[in-house]
């Protein structure tokens, strides 16, 4: 049987994102999403998740968006206070990365979030840079984690689904990928469902986008077709 983990990136962006997620959950077939703890819309999505229980809910480790927790970084802030760019992560300090990243662990786990999992914003943890904070993170907090990994790592992670974003974003790309996926194997299949506020617009320019996948994955026909393919639905629990 194929087994899908339908995972709502950015939980805690905003509260239009707060609220498409939910919608993705009540209307749709999201499984998961993961919560970013120093964005705007972080207190809000806690009493989201606090109103319901059932949502599986993970971290999305954040380097790259808006400011960090702490405010002790000297490698990972521009003089603006705000996180570098993403193409700037190979200056950054292992460990204030180290630090940075168990703070935000320590924010969700404080707020009485059950975490399900790890993953992260632009996929920092998938790269060579952050393997050794990846580790060390592990370690302390073995939770399982979302693959996509750019080296060879034997830590209990999931398949990683990259192509329903931007242009991937329409049914038949859905289907292209439900159709492609193969028995006995659990992926996780990446998604940006949202309402668009301004604090959204004002962090991304991908926001229009996110309507769609939002409307597509509240669509009859796609949760037709994972019937038709045998996909189970599941949720990083399910695999710990």
């Known amino acids: 049987m194929k087994k899908l983990i339908m995972n709502a990136d950015d939980f805690g962006l905003s509260e239009a994102v707060n609220y498409g997620i939910l919608k993705g959950f009540q209307d749709g077939i999201l499984t998961s999403t993961t919560i970013m703890a120093n964005m705007p819309g972080f207190d809000h999505a806690v009493e989201m998740a606090k109103q319901h229980p059932e949502m599986h809910i993970g971290v999305h480790l954040n380097l790259t968006c808006y400011k960090p927790l702490l405010q002790t970084h000297k490698t990972l802030i521009t003089e603006t206070g705000y996180f570098r760019n993403q193409l700037d992560i190979n200056v950054y300090d292992e460990e204030e990365m180290s630090q940075e990243l168990e703070a935000q662990i320590e924010k969700v786990l404080a707020a009485g979030i059950k975490i399900d999992h790890l993953d992260s914003h632009h996929h920092i943890h998938t790269t060579e840079k ?3 904070v990846i580790k060390r993170l592990l370690e302390k907090y073995p939770y399982p984690i979302r693959g996509g990994f750019v080296y060879e790592s034997d830590v209990k992670k999931s398949e990683l689904i ?9 049914l038949e790309s859905f289907e292209n990928i439900i159709k492609g996926m193969e028995d006995d194997k659990t992926y996780d299949l ?30 009859k026909e796609c949760k037709a077709l994972l019937e038709k393919e045998k996909v189970k639905l599941v949720s990083y629990a399910d695999i710990q």
């Open 130 to 132: 952050l393997r050794p």
């Open 162 to 170: 990259m192509a329903f974003y931007n242009e991937g974003v329409s």
């Open 190 to 219: 990446m998604c940006h469902p949202a309402y668009i506020d301004k604090v959204l617009t004002s962090m991304t320019s991908y926001y229009m986008k996110r309507i769609e996948e939002l409307d597509i994955i509240c669509n």
